[in-house]
Nanobody
Framework: QVQLMESGGGSVQAGGSLRLSCSAS????????MAWFRQAPGKEREGVAG???????RYADSVKGRFTISQDNAKNTQYLQMNSLKPEDSDMYYC?????????????????WGQGTLVTVSS
């Protein structure tokens, strides 16, 4: 059974940084897309950044140049480094995974989800 566990959320002032981590267990696929999504109450889940087993990355326009996704395959962990945070980045952030390569940042594409970690950015 696949399990995704996020950590690293918290509160920070605008302009600050946070690093989210997502550890994965139980995955047997050789090609996997992993991604971060975020969602505010009453809004759709938005793709933030994704990475596949070959290291191919993609980002939402709103975070390009500020967020960096990376992975440590030996630890089965992916990271989202978030710099220059803005109040509008405040959301619940979810780690997601699905078999494949170059997966689009669309929530319905991803089959496995973590429980989420809250990020709050104050002005």
């Amino acid at each position: 059974q696949v399990q995704l566990m996020e950590s690293g959320g918290g509160s920070v002032q605008a302009g600050g940084s946070l690093r989210l981590s997502c550890s994965a267990s139980g995955y047997t696929y050789s090609n996997v897309c992993m991604a971060w999504f975020r969602q505010a109450p009453g809004k759709e889940r938005e793709g933030v950044a994704g990475i596949d087993s070959n290291g191919y990355t993609r980002y939402a326009d709103s975070v390009k140049g500020r967020f960096t996704i990376s992975q440590d395959n030996a630890k089965n962990t992916q990271y989202l480094q978030m710099n220059s945070l803005k109040p509008e980045d405040s959301d619940m952030y979810y780690c997601a995974a699905t078999p494949g390569n170059r997966c689009p940042l669309i929530a319905t594409v991803f089959s496995e989800w973590g429980q989420g970690t809250l990020v709050t950015v104050s002005s």
